[in-house]
T-cell receptor, first 115, second 110 residues
């Protein structure tokens, strides 16, 4: 069974378009995250939700808007896509934001290419 | 803010031992994690140190010295499948989020 899943796996789109990436976890975790990994493999957190409440909102353009309909889902909507948005976006989840281990389980990633 | 430093590349041969160092500057430190990522794959958790000392998990061990703001990942009996990127990450902040280093590309040669 897939623990953290994301759709789509690949996304190719034109500048200016709006797109969404979906994430679901079946681990029963209460905290979910979005990360962006650039072409140099630098992995940076964007957002985190705990029990559907936004707890981390790093310096990310307003064009990015996360939505958590329930604690098993965290979607990412991106408006007016720009070339610099091209990256791999990873969703992750963990049991609590302050657990002893805070092991994060990552989804397979969504490779976004903006043309 | 947080900053982490780790070597960009390390090369070793099968069967060898390799150590990947990580130094960090941060406030509100809770612990140091290590993640492995194969090309085209997702990061996967390897270890976590909240206290000083060595944690061992099979062929992998991780060490932390909070007073030196330093940690390392030790990989023993290297195998070809260990070729991957290895990231150290610090847990900080009120939400104890992870801030990742830039990663170390490990290449294991036959």
């Amino acid at each position: 069974d897939t623990a953290v899943s994301q759709t789509p796996k690949y996304l190719v789109t034109q500048m200016g378009n709006d797109k969404s990436i979906k994430c679901e976890q079946n681990l029963g975790h209460d905290t979910m995250y979005w990360y962006k990994q650039d072409s140099k493999k630098f992995l940076k957190i964007m957002f985190s939700y705990n029990n559907k409440e936004l707890i981390i909102n790093e310096t990310v353009p307003n064009r990015f808007s996360p939505k958590s309909p329930d604690k098993a889902h965290l979607n990412l909507h991106i408006n007016s896509l720009e070339l610099g948005d091209s990256a791999v976006y990873f969703c992750a989840s963990s049991q609590g934001s302050s657990g002893v281990y805070n092991e994060q389980f990552f989804g397979p990633g969504t490779r976004l290419t903006v043309l | 803010g947080q900053s982490l430093e780790q070597p960009s590349e390390v090369t070793a041969v099968e069967g060898a031992i390799v150590q990947i160092n990580c130094t960090y500057q941060t406030s509100g430190f809770y612990g140091l994690s290590w993640y492995q990522q194969h090309d085209g794959g997702a990061p996967t958790f390897l270890s976590y140190n909240a206290l000083d000392g060595l944690e061992e998990t099979g062929r992998f061990s991780s060490f932390l010295s909070r007073s030196d703001s330093y940690g390392y990942l030790l990989l023993q009996e290297l195998q070809m499948k260990d070729s991957a990127s290895y990231f150290c990450a610090v847990r900080t902040g009120s939400a104890r989020q992870l801030t990742f280093g830039s990663g170390t590309q490990l290449t294991v040669l036959p």
